[in-house]
């Protein structure tokens, strides 16, 4: 599976963005997709993931604020931001696992940069 993500920009606090992510390659439908962001100098964390049902997951500093989303019909998982803030400011990676239970991602997207500005 192929991963190429996109939708990153600048925006100001409290501004809207939405990530995609198309996938090329494989059944996309059945695996499931997350999206990552990473800081330099800190870890990658992931920040909301979804499974091949609709399944959701969001860590506790998006919740409310980032909804994950997936149309099968065109290959695409997205990342719908809301309410940014600075400290949102990463670069946003892509990402898909066969299962929903499995805790490594095998497939993943370069990078889109997200730039939250005060």
């Known amino acids: 599976v192929q991963l190429q993500a996109s939708g990153g920009g600048l925006v100001q606090a409290g501004g809207s963005l939405r990530l995609s992510c198309a996938a090329s390659?494989?059944?996309?439908?059945?695996?499931?997709g997350g999206w990552f962001r990473q800081v330099p100098g800190k870890e990658r964390e992931l920040v909301a993931a979804?499974?091949?049902?609709?399944?959701?997951y969001y860590a506790d500093s998006v919740k409310g604020r980032f909804t994950i989303s997936r149309d099968n019909s065109k290959n695409t998982v997205y990342l719908q931001m809301n309410s940014l803030k600075p400290e949102d400011t990463a670069v946003y990676y892509c990402?898909?696992?066969?299962?929903?239970?499995?805790?490594?991602?095998?497939?993943w997207g370069q990078g889109t940069l997200v730039t939250v500005s005060s």
């Open positions: 990402a898909a696992k066969n299962y929903w239970y499995e805790s490594r991602y095998l497939y």
């Open positions: 390659g494989g059944t996309f439908s059945s695996y499931s």
């Open positions: 979804i499974s091949s049902r609709g399944s959701t």
